[in-house]
């Protein structure tokens, strides 16, 4: 939460900021602050499992960004509601996001980045030759995108950041939509890969656990329990105040595949199963809490 309420103070400030400025180059300054702040409080929100405050604060960010100017932020808020939206299992509604945000996207990662939660859609949908023909469109963008740096991924990074590690994930949770557990491990080992390059101060633990589970969903698909359950170790290691709403709807969903035919009755797989159950018993979704900050 402490990010959250620094980012609620930096919008705080940009407002006042705002209302005492009349100098247009500085309100478009201050117009891309409440922009960034906005999005990042979507993004906590979001992890906390409060829909209504995430859907406002995204909304918001999307309407700073256009009055700032920026393209780049502005693919990246209507990127981050096309997420919101696959998440609720809209997928039509998250693929118009991702079209308006296409239609500003300056080149480089926030085009890749867009098609990359596209994909993801079209998943959602049980359209696995519009996935595919959008993560080959997705790679092309990302193998060009050296030669156009972006503000928000190359500088300001953190949050904004969609690098390799992060598109390989996206990748995989597509494929897992679309019951291909040999793609999905593919790319969710490939997104394993690329973060363990990264040193461990530095990792960021939500999408590293998050290719994990997907990983043992992966495994789970093809048949394989003993490497899901290796795999889930970390996970099931988590402290309940780490376990976020992405986190918990991928674990929920791959104690969903051992509810398959191909998994009841097996003594081994409902045993996982009760250990995932008692781990969803104890999150941190905690809608609440952004209430308090707002």
Request: hydrophobic share 45%; with cysteine; proline share 4%.
């Amino acid at each position: 939460m402490e990010v959250f309420a620094n980012a609620r103070a930096a919008q705080n400030l940009a407002r006042t900021l705002v209302e005492r400025t009349r100098r247009p180059s500085d309100l478009i300054d201050l117009y891309l602050v409440l922009g960034q702040a906005n999005a990042l409080m979507a993004s906590i929100a979001f992890d906390l499992g409060n829909w209504q405050a995430a859907a406002t604060l995204a909304r918001s960010s999307t309407t700073y960004a256009e009055l700032s100017g920026h393209g780049s932020l502005q693919a990246w808020t209507l990127g981050l509601q096309g997420t919101l939206a696959f998440w609720q299992n809209e997928p039509e509604r998250s693929l118009g996001f991702v079209f308006r945000g296409l239609a500003v996207a300056p080149q480089g990662a926030s085009r890749y980045r867009l098609r990359y939660i596209a994909s993801r859609a079209h998943a959602v949908a049980g359209n696995a030759e519009a996935a595919r023909a959008v993560l080959v469109e997705a790679r092309h963008d990302k193998e060009v995108s050296v030669n156009f740096p972006d503000e928000l991924h190359d500088e300001v990074r953190g949050e904004f950041t969609f690098d390799g590690a992060r598109a390989a994930a996206c990748a995989a949770a597509a494929w897992l939509y679309l019951k291909d557990g040999e793609q999905a491990a593919h790319h969710a080992r490939e997104a394993l890969d690329a973060y363990g390059q990264i040193p461990e101060v530095r990792r960021p633990f939500s999408p590293v656990t998050g290719a994990r589970i997907d990983l043992a969903s992966a495994y789970l698909l093809t048949g394989n329990r003993e490497a899901a359950e290796a795999e889930l170790g970390p996970v099931f290691a988590l402290p309940a105040d780490l376990r976020n709403v992405s986190l918990s709807g991928r674990l929920a969903r791959t104690r969903f595949i051992l509810g398959s035919p191909a998994w009841q009755g097996k003594p081994a797989a409902i045993e996982l199963s009760d250990r995932m159950n008692d781990w969803l018993q104890e999150t941190a979704a905690n809608p609440g809490v952004v209430e308090d900050v707002m």
